[in-house]
Nanobody
C-alpha cells in the first residue's frame, strides 16, 4: 500500500509560480514505483494528465503546459515535484499526484491540492 502526500497548492495571480510536491510512503512491503506524475481536474471537466516521469527519467508533459511546467523526481526519496511558472487562470484545478508500481502497475492517487490562479 502506497500513500501519497501532496503539498504546495494555493492561490496565485496570473503570471505567478507555484511548486507542488508529492512524497510517497509505503505501509508494509511494496514494489518499487515506476511512474510518478501529476493530473488535474477543473470543475465540470475530466481529470487530465499534466506531467509524468518514469523510473528511467522519461517525461510526458501535456502540450498546454509544456513550456511553463517542469516535472522532477527524487528517486531515493520517492518524491516528485511540479514547478509551475507563468500560471494562467485556465490552470485552476485540483492537482492530483499519481504513482504506478513497477510490477503490478497498480495506481495510487493523492488526496489532491487546489491550485487557483486569479486573473
Amino acid at each position: 500500500q502506497i500513500q501519497l502526500v501532496e503539498s504546495g497548492g494555493g492561490l496565485v495571480q496570473t503570471g505567478g509560480s507555484l511548486r507542488l510536491s508529492c512524497a510517497a510512503s509505503a505501509s508494509g512491503k511494496s514494489f518499487g514505483i515506476n511512474i510518478m506524475g501529476w493530473y488535474r481536474q477543473a470543475p465540470g471537466k475530466q481529470r487530465e494528465l499534466v506531467a509524468t516521469i518514469t523510473a528511467g527519467g522519461s517525461t510526458n508533459v501535456a502540450d498546454s503546459v509544456r513550456s511553463r511546467f517542469t516535472i522532477s523526481r527524487d528517486y531515493a526519496k520517492d518524491t516528485v515535484w511540479l514547478q509551475m511558472n507563468s500560471l494562467k487562470p485556465e490552470d485552476t484545478a485540483v492537482y492530483y499526484c499519481n504513482a504506478v508500481l513497477d510490477v503490478t502497475a497498480t495506481n495510487y492517487w493523492g488526496q489532491g491540492t487546489q491550485v487557483t490562479v486569479s486573473s
